[in-house]
């Protein structure tokens, strides 16, 4: 069984009373959601405090981006162990605005996995096409190969580790949502690439999420689908209410 997981991507919001604020507000109103694994993903300077804040909540907090070296003279980047050494769980790898404004490509996708799981963070590696590529009918094609080469190298072992969200980036932040059956059918295409990877016990087991304005009325009809198996939420986590909402899904 794969254990839900609905993780909020706080992107470049909130103060430091704001963040604090929130996670005190979060961790009463989810004290009893047990059934769900529940993660934060703030700016990189409230990892620390909000790590801090909701010990002993449930809620986890993980990491928006990661370098691929440990150290050295990379002035303004975040390693892997620095994460691990302040208490994140969890590293975004990939996201579709790190792609578009800082040229992620598929190649330092895959160092910043390799990153991640070396110094014990669980990847969540984003993938998802352009509105461009999905009208040219592309969608499947280009999922494929972001997964085939930002998981290079990857063996079945290590990709019982990992997480994947699908998130199509004319949804992200657009108010327009994927349909559950159109998001249904690309995460069963990865899948299947996933199966094709690293064969059908790891594929089973790998979660993938769904992002792309995901909210409280449209989260349960997302996660009634059999292979959406949580939800990636942008602007819906920077409020606690709605995040609970989402967090509290109906399947
Ligand atoms: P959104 O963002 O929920 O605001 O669309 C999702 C994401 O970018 O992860």
Redesign the pocket.
């Known amino acids: 069984m794969r254990v839900p997981l609905i993780a909020g ?1 706080w ?1 470049m919001f909130k103060t430091s009373d704001e963040a604090l604020a929130f996670a005190g507000d979060l961790a009463r109103r989810v004290a009893d959601a047990e059934s769900t694994e529940i993660l934060l993903c703030p700016a990189f300077v409230y990892i620390s405090p909000l790590v801090q804040a909701l010990r002993g909540s449930g809620v986890k907090v993980g990491a928006q981006n990661v370098f691929w070296e440990d150290s050295g003279a990379f002035t303004g980047e975040v390693s892997a162990p620095m994460l691990k050494s302040v208490g994140a769980r969890y590293a975004l790898v990939g ?3 790190r792609r578009q404004y800082f040229h992620e490509t598929d190649e330092t996708v895959n160092r910043r996995l390799f990153a991640a799981l070396k110094g014990g963070l669980v990847p969540i590696v984003c993938v998802g096409e352009t509105l461009e590529e999905r009208e040219a009918g592309k969608t499947a094609a280009v999922v494929e190969t972001q997964l085939r080469q930002g998981l290079k190298g990857l063996d079945s072992n290590q990709a019982l580790s990992l997480v994947v969200a699908y ?1 199509p980036v004319w ?4 108010g327009r949502t994927a349909t559950p059956e159109l998001a249904q059918e690309v995460h069963r295409s990865i899948r299947t690439t996933l199966g094709n990877l690293f064969g059908p016990d790891a594929s089973s087991q790998i979660r993938i999420l769904y ?4 909210k409280g009325d449209n989260v349960d009809s997302l996660m009634a689908q059999p292979d959406i198996d949580g939800a ?5 986590s920077l409020d606690a209410a709605s995040f609970e909402r989402i967090i509290r899904f109906k399947r």
């Open positions: 991507n992107k996201h579709s605005e998130e949804a992200i932040g657009t992002g792309g304005s995901v990636l939420v942008g602007g819906a």
